[in-house]
């Protein structure tokens, strides 16, 4: 097959890791081109990844024939605009979590897609990550009866871009940008049903100064045949990046901890290079992860989106998951907001961002 040739827009942490991801994959996709707006930055990461095309306007970059997918890893709030635009440019559109802001910007994105004759595959790494896959795999074999409970935790300090925080910017705090992992993680590994009903307990806890958000959630969804999905969501947890699953049915159970329970228990009193993301120090009792990547499920990940253009593969995560998510975002915001829980579905129009659920809980009570 030949190698699907990809644009990616961003230049700093996803950017970096979806080019790593890339090369991971060599067969399979090649980066072509990058686009980032701050100046120089698009130039180094060209020159850094060895791509050919560096742009500063991504418009440029959606004008470049060579180019026949796209992977956005800008902020939250421009996903839905690049989307269109590259929809409208003839591109497949790889977009990161989550993959918009507001519901009708889901289904602009998704209406732009089917028009142009282009994918649009949403960026659940969760959905490859080789551990998760094969608890996956032994919960469709059977081996723990009738799964009845999954859980899904992402913990770490907080974000490393100031946009994140930002509201306007992110949508959200932390369930915005870590619970969206687990709310599409359930819902896969539950079988894709319906959505019933979402409760969600949010609080800002410790970072009250930095952001009108979130920084500590819980949010509990239940899916038509009664099984129920728990998502943990903070920006309030030291120590470096954490993800795990739990897994319960009437015939067994599983655990999965992505980072820690892949990673070398390690002691160092001079410290070291790089231990697992968001880690604050390499002094003292770290938990250094190693193929960082390929545990997450990127390379995996963009090898099936390259496959999925291709024809090979069809898409197990697309703009209809990331709609998905984008609902039961809102349902969860909207909960916390009212306090109970909220049924799906639950579609209220002209919402600017998800956060706005739970601040003005007066605009969820209106759409029940
Ligand atoms: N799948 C994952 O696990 C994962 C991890 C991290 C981030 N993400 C997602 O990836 C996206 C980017 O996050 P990040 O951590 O890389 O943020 P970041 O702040 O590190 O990088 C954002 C990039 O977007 C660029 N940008 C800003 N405005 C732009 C514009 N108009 N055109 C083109 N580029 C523009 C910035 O210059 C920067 O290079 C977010 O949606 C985030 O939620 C996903």
Not at 82 to 107: N, Q, S
Not at 143 to 150: D, E, Q
Not at 187 to 213: A, E, I, N, P
Request: some cysteine; overall charge negative; charged content about 25%.
């Amino acid at each position: 097959m030949a190698a699907v040739k990809i644009g990616i827009i961003g230049s700093r942490f996803q950017a970096d890791c979806i080019a790593g991801a890339v090369k991971a994959t060599a067969d399979d996709a090649e980066v072509v081109a990058v686009a980032s707006p701050t100046p120089g930055h698009a130039a180094s990461f060209a020159q850094r990844h060895g791509i050919p095309h560096p742009y500063t306007d991504y418009r440029e970059l959606l004008r470049d024939p060579a180019v026949e997918m796209i992977s956005i890893t800008a902020p939250n709030r421009l996903h839905a605009q690049i989307a269109i635009d590259a929809a409208r440019a003839g591109k497949h559109v790889v977009c990161e979590k989550p993959l918009c802001l507001t519901l009708e910007e889901a289904d602009g994105m998704i209406e732009a897609c089917r028009r142009a004759g282009v994918l649009l595959l949403y960026a659940e790494e969760l959905f490859f990550a080789p551990k998760y896959a094969k608890a996956k795999q032994l919960a469709d074999e059977g081996a723990f009866g009738r799964v009845h409970l999954v859980k899904q935790g992402e913990k770490h300090s907080g974000p490393h871009s100031d946009w994140f925080w930002d509201v306007e910017q992110s949508g959200g705090g932390a369930v915005m940008d870590l619970g969206c992992h687990g709310i599409a993680f359930c819902w896969w590994f539950l079988g894709k049903r319906k959505v019933k009903s979402v409760y969600s307990h949010m609080t800002t806890q410790v970072h009250h100064g930095r952001t009108q958000g979130e920084d500590e959630a819980v949010t509990i969804i239940e899916f038509e045949h009664g099984a129920v999905g728990v998502v943990e969501s903070s920006w309030n947890r030291p120590g470096g990046m954490d993800d795990c699953i739990e897994v319960f049915g009437d015939k067994g159970q599983t655990y999965a901890d992505l980072l820690m329970g892949n990673a070398l228990p390690t002691y160092s009193e001079t410290g070291f290079g790089y231990a697992v993301e968001k880690a604050a120090t390499t002094r003292g009792w770290t938990y250094p992860v190693f193929e960082e990547h390929w545990n997450y499920g990127f390379p995996q990940e963009m090898r099936h989106f390259a496959r999925c253009v291709r024809g090979k593969e069809t898409p197990i995560s697309d703009g209809e998951t990331g709609r998905v998510v984008q609902e039961v975002l809102y349902a969860a915001y909207a909960s916390a907001g009212l306090g109970r829980k909220v049924m799906l579905p639950f579609r209220p129009q002209g919402i600017a961002k998800p956060i706005d659920l739970w601040k003005m809980p007066e605009r969820a009570q209106a759409a029940l």
